[in-house]
């Protein structure tokens, strides 16, 4: 057992707080031999419950896998990834389909929404799949879209909303019921620059409206501005890592 885990299990037992989502020592590769590719290299990183960590790094740095392996939609190669001081990997595949439906949210580039459900319908779906009454579900499902700013005419279909108004119900479909991480990739890439700006700040308030931890991946420095700690990514490693105070100076 590494020095790393040791710290993990004996935080836990003294009972510290666990972290919303943890990457202990964590490689991830694809192919073998001499096609071989490190996409994770040995991150460790943690994130609080309630905090907003921002992903930065150019392309292929590892930034979006690593939110597939939170979420346990790839498995890591070696290390391990905790969600709640929980390891994604000890799960069953029924464990890690309950962990999606009901701690994670994910938010991407594409908004992913079912074009012939509602506004509402679309964001009560995650929690019908999950055995919650619709009467129970549309309550919930209206509170999330009304936190996005979005309270009237939610009975239209996806298309009769703007494609910055589509990504607040994808953000509200994310955070609906108790989910305590939110996992967002890109999320205004599709979006104009008024929309973009307007979606950060939902997602940047959602720690306080909700206790939920962010983690985005983003290009956009004015973006990751709103975020407590950026961590910069090169070649699959951590590289350098900024709190929102000085995070120009790390750049520079």
């Not at 020592?25 to 490190?38: A, F, H, I, L, Q």
């Not at 936190?147 to 119900?169: E, N, T, V």
């Amino acid at each position: 057992m590494s020095a790393t885990s040791t710290f993990i299990d004996t935080a836990a037992s003294a009972g510290q707080q666990a972290a919303a989502l943890e990457f202990v020592d964590v490689v991830k590769t694809y192919g073998s031999g001499s096609n071989e590719v490190r996409a994770v290299n040995g991150i460790s990183l943690r994130v609080e419950p309630g905090e907003i960590v921002a992903l930065m790094g150019p392309s292929g740095c590892g930034k979006s896998t690593l939110l597939h392996l939170a979420g346990g939609l790839e498995t890591p190669s070696a290390g391990r990834v905790l969600v709640a001081g929980r390891d994604v990997s000890d799960m069953s595949l029924e464990e890690q389909s309950d962990l999606r439906r009901r701690q994670i949210g994910y938010v991407f580039q594409r908004l992913n929404l079912i074009p012939s459900l509602t506004a509402v319908e679309n964001v009560m779906l995650p929690l019908e799949l999950d055995g919650v009454s619709s009467r129970a579900a549309r309550v919930m499902a209206l509170d999330a879209l009304h936190l996005m700013g979005l309270a009237q005419q939610l009975d239209r279909y996806p298309d009769d909303f703007s494609g910055g108004q589509q990504q607040r119900i994808a953000i509200a479909r994310a955070v609906v019921g108790a989910r305590s991480l939110l996992l967002a990739d890109e999320p205004t890439g599709a979006l104009d620059t008024l929309s973009s700006d307007q979606v950060i700040e939902l997602l940047a308030g959602l720690p306080a409206a909700r206790g939920t931890a962010v983690v985005l991946v983003t290009h956009e420095l004015r973006f990751a501005s709103w975020a407590d700690r950026v961590v910069f990514l090169r070649d699959g490693r951590v590289v350098d890592e900024a709190s929102a105070a000085d995070e120009s100076g790390a750049t520079s």
